[in-house]
């Protein structure tokens, strides 16, 4: 109990049931406010007898004696008369539930006028107790985009458990502040899927499930409990390093315990940690006192030097008051600035943490020597055409905004085509055009079949860092943008769209379907899509001016496609529909030589048997690879080509096997997973409210392995 108040607590909440008598002492001795809770607990399937009298008897009687026990204590400020009975759904079982749980409320108070009363998660039954109580109503996965989506009590919601737990449904919920709100249990998030992780840690989630698991749970904590603090919720309880009374040794849990319950502090709103040389920027602070005395308070940042170089006044906070301010900064030099907030009362400094900023020269973006940067905007668009764009010159970019529809009038006919000439700009890309687009409404008039999703994300990831997009960025490059948070709107939903592949991906429910930034191959062309807010913001947010840079110069530096098709030898229907997706020139037919085939032969499967298995195809394709082609041999098969490629590779005795497993990334900057997530090799069905996760190893059925451990992990 010491050290409960040790990390930063000030109450205990008796789960589910009277404890023994020690606890209780011990908090009365160390002074730790305690909530004293009945045995009426999570009823799932109606267990008890509502409709009989003698239950509703027993339950007083129950009352009495726990109130009467335990009424004196010094460390008692709350009853809890019960847990999770309406928030079960157990209303089924008997429609006056909420009258009967009521007159329970009222006569603990008879009992016990001094003391208040709550029953945990059922909100107020019957208008009967002084402390509304509510469980689990804002969650991880479904709630994604933190800080921002805690700050939510002044909305009426659909509150996200009730009658079958976590992820469900029960009505709306709006807090009036007629009474005081008592959070008792949130963000438990039992689920057993990777989707939590991967809203703070993108692909890394499938790493290292429970490990990711877990610090996204610590990190919900804090921005959900700080949130709270500055909404007026009276009293909290997150899951955090203490379970069911025990002590979790998790250092990484306790650390931030502590300071999301630090009684004065000052914590970050605006979560932003690039800014532009030499000029101004707020940056915005929630200030919160529960400490027990009123403060006059000031706000400061601090150089280096130690040298003040930004101070705000936040005046008097009394005991749970808290205050929103903005402390504006101006650094003078490019670079990297390690600042330290300061929270004081005069001379007493409250609270400090350090700050660390990336401090970038504002520049406009520009074509590299050779290109010239061509821009389609809202506009420009009427009198531009594409048709005119010199594809082996010209880098299109086409402008936030600039593919939505003109508003027409409905009462007038129109016949034709109208608006955005998706033909020549796929003609454009067929003959090496490379064009950026950035945030739109819509991209169907590109005709390419790339679908965007509403999805608003505080937070992107890239699936590798080396990629030339992510220069400059480093992995925090697409979080918390300037000066709301959000880094997009509206995403890309990964729909496997062939070619398709993603740059940087944000998680959430379901983990990494949807991402900001996008790459699409088409023809000897290239299209990067940028979904992320790069031309709204900026202005103020030097992330999106090096995005926006990296993709001129990445398709600037792209080499020229090959006037010469591929040679696609056996090609299944699916991969004919992949060929014709990304709009590559190929043909069924063509020579073997390494010249004729522009370099590039595609084999599927062994449903060219003649290349495959007899001696004479396998040295043709074997003699093609020595003169400097690239074969992609799609699903392959044991057979003569196999041994014969192993043999000229040097990779003599490797066998395919049954693989019974999913696989893993063993390389993740190769060029060969470009846009492919970690995800798409942890092949996995969902059950539940708990999203118990199953892996279907059946999705990887072979994989190759040497000949003398054919039983060991799959190869890259």
Not at 145 to 152: E, G, L, S
Not at 162 to 178: E, I, T
Not at 192 to 219: E, L, M
Not at 405 to 423: H, K, M, N, S, W
Request: proline share 5%; hydrophobic share 40%.
């Amino acid at each position: 109990v010491q050290r409960w108040k040790d990390e930063g607590l000030v109450a205990f909440r008796f789960h589910n049931q009277p404890w023994q008598e020690d606890w209780y002492d011990a908090c009365d001795r160390i002074g730790i406010l305690t909530v004293g809770e009945m045995a009426i607990y999570t009823d799932e399937s109606g267990i008890y007898a509502y409709a009989n009298e003698t239950f509703w008897n027993n339950y007083k009687e129950h009352v009495r004696g726990l109130i009467r026990r335990d009424r004196n204590r010094a460390s008692l400020f709350l009853w809890s008369l019960g847990n999770e009975v309406l928030f079960m759904g157990n209303e089924r079982y008997d429609k006056d539930l909420p009258k009967k749980l009521g007159m329970i409320g009222r006569y603990a108070k008879s009992l016990d006028p001094t003391h208040l009363t709550i029953f945990e998660a059922d909100r107020d039954p019957d208008g009967a107790f002084d402390v509304v109580g509510l469980h689990y109503p804002h969650e991880m996965p479904a709630q994604h985009a933190y800080p921002n989506c805690a700050f939510w009590l002044d909305e009426r919601i659909e509150a996200e458990a009730g009658g079958g737990m976590l992820g469900q449904k029960s009505g709306s919920f709006f807090w009036d502040r007629k009474k005081p709100l008592y959070i008792g249990e949130y963000l438990w998030v039992p689920t057993g899927d990777y989707a939590v992780a991967t809203i703070w840690f993108g692909d890394d989630a499938f790493r290292n499930r429970q490990k990711f698991h877990k610090k996204a749970q610590i990190a919900a904590w804090f921005d959900q409990t700080v949130a709270y603090r500055v909404s007026g919720v009276s009293a909290v309880s997150p899951w955090t390093v203490y379970w069911f009374g025990g002590v979790f040794e998790d250092q990484e849990a306790s650390d931030a315990q502590k300071e999301f319950y630090r009684l004065v502090a000052a914590y970050p709103v605006s979560r932003g940690t690039r800014l532009y040389e030499d000029e101004e920027r707020s940056l915005r602070f929630d200030v919160v006192n529960d400490g027990p005395e009123e403060l006059s308070l000031v706000l400061r940042m601090r150089d280096e030097r130690g040298e003040s170089i930004a101070e705000t006044e936040v005046g008097r906070l009394a005991p749970s008051e808290s205050k929103r301010c903005d402390l504006v900064v101006e650094p003078s030099e490019a670079g990297v600035a390690n600042w330290t907030m300061e929270l004081a009362a005069g001379e007493r400094i409250l609270h400090k943490a350090p700050m660390r900023f990336q401090v970038v020269r504002k520049t406009d973006p520009r074509a590299p020597k050779g290109r010239s940067l061509v821009v389609l905007n809202a506009e420009n668009r009427n009198g531009f055409s594409i048709r005119d764009l010199n594809p082996g010159k010209d880098i299109l970019l086409i402008d936030a905004g600039a593919l939505t529809p003109e508003a027409r009038r409905t009462d007038i006919p129109v016949l034709g085509a109208q608006g955005f000439d998706a033909v020549a700009f796929q003609n454009f890309l067929k003959q090496g055009g490379r064009a950026v687009v950035l945030e739109q409404e819509t991209l169907a008039p590109l005709g390419l079949g790339v679908d965007l999703i509403d999805y608003a994300s505080t937070m992107a990831f890239p699936i590798s860092e080396s990629h030339p997009l992510w220069k400059g960025l480093g992995p925090d490059g697409l979080k918390f943008w300037a000066d709301d948070n959000f880094i997009a709107k509206k995403q890309i939903r990964r729909n496997g769209r062939a070619g398709l592949g993603a740059v940087a991906v944000s998680g959430g429910e379901n983990g990494l379907a949807q991402g900001p930034v996008f790459e699409l191959p088409f023809g000897k062309g290239r299209v990067v899509f940028l979904q992320a807010l790069v031309r709204e913001k900026m202005a103020k947010e030097p992330a999106a001016q090096i995005l926006l840079q990296n993709a001129i110069d990445r398709l600037a530096a792209l080499p020229d496609g090959t006037e010469k098709p591929l040679v696609a030898f056996g090609a299944t229907e699916t991969t004919e529909r992949i060929l014709r997706d990304i709009g590559v020139l190929w043909t069924k037919d063509g020579d073997l030589s390494a010249e004729d085939a522009g370099g590039l032969i595609l084999l599927d499967g062994d449903s060219d048997a003649r290349l495959v298995r007899e001696s004479a195809g396998a040295d043709s394709l074997v003699r093609f690879v020595r003169e400097g082609g690239t074969l992609l041999w799609r699903n392959p098969a044991e057979s003569v080509l196999f041994q014969a490629l192993c043999k000229e590779a040097g990779f003599e005795g490797l066998r395919i096997v049954d693989s019974g497993c999913s696989g893993m990334i063993a390389d993740r900057n190769s060029p060969l997973l470009a846009g492919i997530s970690r995800e798409e090799f942890v092949h996995f069905t969902t059950t539940g409210w708990e999203r118990i996760m199953t892996i279907r190893p059946d999705r990887t059925p072979r994989r190759l392995a040497p000949a003398a451990s054919a039983t060991e992990l799959p190869m890259p």
